[in-house]
């Protein structure tokens, strides 16, 4: 595989895990794609002109992503719904490592394609779907590349009091969450339900091509 398509695999899987990384808390008078927008720029702002330097001193970077995710992400309820039905016979410490586990590998993946890929534009597009319930809402954003492929990146959010959360992302057609399911079930079926070697040897996989060719929703 090419460098450049590690790359493009690297911020594709990054930008579709940007759910992780966004702020969640939103004023009332915010919409779901005010909260978007205001994150995609936030996020290009911190690392424009400096992705040299932070290709460099990836730590930094990475250090600076996990500060900025701990007020903003439930990872618990993130490891859960990625466990699925695998869940609820884990015990604690089970549920906890692996949601420690799955925060470390997106913060890992999401730093890399931060400055591994060289894109030409993240934009959140201006006519977006309307709400279908006022607790929910999707927000629709273009990543393009320099090549000018542009890959369509889909947020789901849920109204939780007073805060919209992002609770899954389709990239190009995958749906991301689903597909880290599938892949903790395939997991746990290779391992003879083996709880602790799944968590051990998690390491989340998306093929490039797929991601490139699409997929149904």
Do not use: C
Request: hydrophobic share 40%; net charge negative; charged share 25%.
């Amino acid at each position: 595989m090419s460098p450049m398509t590690l790359s493009l695999r690297s911020l594709l899987v990054a930008l579709a895990l940007l759910l992780f990384a966004l702020p969640a808390t939103a004023a009332p008078e915010r919409t779901p794609e005010q909260v978007i927008r205001h994150s995609v720029e936030t996020l290009t702002g911190e690392i424009e002109g400096r992705r040299d330097y932070f290709a460099e001193n990836l730590d930094e970077l990475k250090a600076l992503v996990d500060e900025s995710l701990d007020d903003i992400a439930d990872f618990r309820y993130i490891g859960a719904s990625v466990m699925g039905r695998y869940f609820q016979n884990a015990t604690p410490q089970q549920r906890s490592r692996f949601a420690d586990t799955f925060r470390q590998t997106l913060i890992d993946t999401y730093t890399r394609g931060l400055v591994t890929f060289d894109y030409r534009e993240l934009r959140v597009l201006d006519n977006q779907r309307p709400q279908r319930h006022e607790d929910q809402a999707s927000v629709d954003m273009e990543v393009v590349a320099t090549n000018g492929q542009v890959y369509p990146v889909s947020y789901s959010l849920r109204l939780s009091g007073n805060e919209w959360r992002v609770v899954n992302v389709i990239v190009n057609g995958i749906n991301l969450g689903l597909t880290f399911r599938n892949q903790f079930d395939q997991a746990m079926r290779d391992q003879g339900r083996d709880y602790d070697a799944v968590i051990n040897n998690w390491a989340p996989e998306l093929a490039v091509e797929e991601l490139e060719e699409g997929g149904s929703a």
